[in-house]
């Protein structure tokens, strides 16, 4: 009978880590923000692909569009897989959902039908005339998209003109501009935080329930938990369906080892035909 001590071991230590995985998985479901949401277009460099979805990731973003199609070959450039991307994304596709789109214009009106204020990244030597609206002075409080153009030509002049306005990232140095991945990351970390703000979020919520700041008072977008108590991690908080759905979908994939690999896998075989990597949602109507 020496061996059922150890196995009681083993299992009890392999149920220990499974609640932590599960606690952990709800966390980051609960903390998620689905009203802050980035637009890519056109990226070239798959290392700053891989980049800016592991800082989106991290920042607690949950959704981003990708308009990346070049006509002439059927291939997305910057979803071409390579060893530097796949270390530097680091499996961060893997808990966010990306949204494909073959034109930015549809891309843009799709998201504003949604109610959501689309915002073009552009570099002050780029204006072009246009206003440009600090970062900081932006107002998060309603659903937002920001859009980042290519690393060679920036936001397309056919997208600014979609969009509801231009925003810039205030540079003091002698530095002119800033590399995307970098930018979308400054822009997403403030932005995040200022949404949270507009919100009167706890720092253990996202927006996913949809509570709206009116003053001090707090509404939750579900009717059934309309009279919940402000969560606060203190106990059993029920969900709303959408974290409920967000939290099954984060089980399977933590439990499918196959789905980073074959991820991974996929992105590695190099074909002239479009790889679309992670959760994927086909936004063309």
Not at 22 to 39: F, I, K, P, T
Not at 67 to 80: E, F, I, K, S
Request: charged share 25%.
């Amino acid at each position: 009978m020496d061996w059922e001590l150890p196995f009681e071991e083993e299992t009890a230590s392999e149920t220990t880590t499974v609640l932590r995985r599960d606690a952990r998985l709800e966390q980051s479901a609960r903390r998620r923000l689905e009203g802050l949401r980035v637009v890519l277009e056109d990226l070239c460099d798959p290392g700053n692909r891989a980049a800016i979805l592991r800082s989106v990731e991290a920042f607690g973003l949950l959704h981003v569009h990708e308009v990346c199609h070049d006509v002439a070959t059927g291939r997305r450039p910057a979803q071409t897989s390579t060893a530097r991307g796949r270390s530097i994304v680091n499996g961060a596709e893997k808990w966010l959902n990306l949204h494909q789109h073959e034109g930015v214009e549809e891309c843009i009106k799709s998201l504003q039908a949604a109610g959501f204020g689309v915002w073009a990244a552009v570099p002050p030597q780029q204006a072009g005339g246009r206003r440009l609206m600090p970062l900081d002075e932006l107002c998060f409080g309603g659903k937002t998209a920001l859009l980042f153009g290519s690393e060679a030509r920036g936001v397309s002049t056919k997208a600014v003109e979609s969009c509801d306005g231009c925003f810039t990232v205030p540079l003091f140095g002698l530095s002119e501009s800033l590399n995307v991945s970098v930018c979308v990351a400054v822009s997403v970390h403030l932005a995040a935080l200022k949404r949270r703000k507009a919100l009167d979020l706890p720092k253990d919520m996202g927006d996913m329930e949809e509570l709206q700041a009116d003053g001090a008072a707090w509404r939750p977008a579900c009717p059934r938990e309309a009279e919940r108590v402000r969560p606060d991690f203190g106990g059993n908080v029920p969900m709303c369906t959408r974290v409920e759905e967000l939290l099954r979908s984060y089980a399977d994939r933590s439990l499918d080892h196959r789905f980073t690999a074959n991820l991974r896998s996929q992105r590695s075989v190099r074909s002239q035909r479009s790889v679309i990597p992670g959760p994927c949602f086909n936004d063309e109507k």
